[in-house]
């Protein structure tokens, strides 16, 4: 590792420098006086990174794994909130003292001591005209590409994943724009959309000069298996479908592309105000709510209670929309396992700045996204009323097939050990989403299997 001598003067130069990054880093500051210690986390929030400090000891990683040689117990407020399907994006992690370091905050240690500081939280948005003179399509399309080119990257080592919606779509779009013979990267879906998502997926791939890898979610499909393994990476957070993506990331690393674009923040970037809602009751969706209402059945009396208090915990208001962030959390890790890094253009904080401040009729119907990806590649390929694919019939027909076994893997439950969960309960909504293969309990269920999972790794 390189280093070098600088006076007072350059090093206060380079440290704004570092500062003010418009990409992603940690920043690990050290002080011989007073034996201090700072770690500083970046805006992007692109993969998680845990802290723990004990004694004279300091862990920092981006790999739970490293972590699991400490003692660690469940915080059981956190994991009666995750069951709920309330996730928080906070420092606050599943594990009591482990500290995942949010976007730009900050965590400090000395002596006999170590605290954690959070940002201050970003401003909120709202509407606003564009300038005279200015359109949002050109102005969209503009910022697009100043997010591109801040990242230098050769085409040779970039992967894009392509589903066959939108979001991926324009990040592909934007990418073509510099560079040719990209990778795209998708997973085929079983049942009526799948003619659709490879017809849609064939016309971005050919008129963009991408080279096209596809699995089969057959091929690889979601594990149940709830029993650790020695060969299992270990996680505070699961991928659903991390054995397709894992599979589509080590074909990419095979061919060495080992930078990964994706679609995340696509589903943020155009948000409905609460005055442009017509209808606003105060209450959640009813597929929201729902799934919800299944998740609460599972809890004691005990976890219910800690679920609906208010939890306390969570990071301020990011310049990166706050689902962008919790689902780089999730992945990131096994990303950077199979020798991924993950890119998220769409999360930026200045094109989500600009789409979130656009007028209704620009946000409504992600309208100026569809008129870039109707300049950029033709009208059919996203018509209106287009079929989407979705992963939504994945799960409930996996657990039908496989329902025996979950049960008999639910006969010894950790979250029923803790006092979170009640057992009985857990096995009727497996029994009901065998039998129904619904939505709203597959959502209450999932969160339940895989929460189990990581409980039983921890233990």
């Known amino acids: 590792m390189a280093s070098r001598d600088v006076d007072a003067e350059q090093f206060n130069q380079l440290y704004q420098q570092c500062i003010l990054w418009r990409l992603d880093y940690l920043m690990i500051e050290v002080a011989k006086t007073g034996h201090r210690m700072r770690v500083r986390a970046g805006v992007l929030g692109s993969v998680p990174v845990y802290c723990h400090a004990i004694d004279d000891h300091i862990t920092i990683s981006w790999d739970f794994a490293d972590f699991t040689a400490i003692p660690l117990a469940i915080d059981p407020e956190v994991a009666s909130h995750r069951l709920t399907l309330n996730t928080a994006y906070s420092a606050r992690q599943l594990c009591v003292g482990v500290n995942m370091l949010t976007e730009r905050a900050s965590f400090h240690v000395e002596p006999g001591k170590a605290s954690y500081r959070y940002p201050v939280p970003a401003a909120d948005t709202t509407p606003s005209p564009l300038p005279a003179g200015r359109d949002a399509l050109t102005a969209f399309s503009e910022l697009l590409q100043h997010v591109v080119s801040l990242r230098p990257i050769t085409a040779e080592r970039i992967a894009i994943e392509l589903s066959g919606g939108m979001d991926s779509a324009t990040v592909a779009s934007a990418m073509a724009i510099r560079h040719e013979q990209m990778m795209s990267l998708g997973i085929l879906l079983d049942g009526d959309v799948r003619l659709p998502q490879m017809q849609r997926r064939q016309l971005i791939a050919q008129r963009l000069n991408l080279i096209d890898q596809t699995v089969d979610i057959a091929a690889f499909p979601p594990s149940l298996d709830l029993r650790p393994r020695p060969d299992q990476a270990k996680n505070l957070h699961w991928e659903y479908y991390l054995e397709a993506g894992a599979a589509l990331w080590d074909s990419a690393i095979a061919r060495g592309r080992d930078v990964l674009f994706t679609g995340i923040g696509g589903d943020e970037l155009f948000p409905a105000y609460i005055d442009e809602i017509q209808e606003h009751s105060g209450h959640e969706s009813g597929g929201v709510g729902e799934a919800r209402h299944y998740a609460e059945q599972l809890l004691t009396p005990r976890a219910l209670s ?115 969960v009640d057992q009985r309960a857990a096995l009727e909504l497996l029994n009901t989403v065998a039998a129904t293969r619904a939505r709203a309990p597959m959502s209450a269920l999932a969160s339940f299997l895989w929460l189990e999972r990581c409980v039983r790794q921890v233990s």
């Open 306 to 420: 800690a679920a609906r208090t208010h939890s306390g915990f969570d990071a301020p208001a990011s310049p990166v929309p706050v689902t962008s962030l919790l689902s780089q959390a999730c992945r990131g890790s096994d990303q950077l396992r199979h020798g991924q890094w993950p890119v998220n253009l769409l999360s930026d904080p200045s094109l989500a700045a600009f789409c979130h401040r656009l007028p209704r009729d620009d946000r409504l119907g992600r309208a100026v996204m569809r008129q870039y990806l109707q300049m950029r590649l033709g009208s059919d390929v996203f018509p209106r009323g287009y079929t989407k694919e979705t992963f939504a019939r994945v799960l409930p027909e996996l657990i039908s097939k496989h329902v025996q076994t979950v049960t008999s893997q639910l006969r010894e439950c950790a979250l029923a050990d803790l006092g979170l």
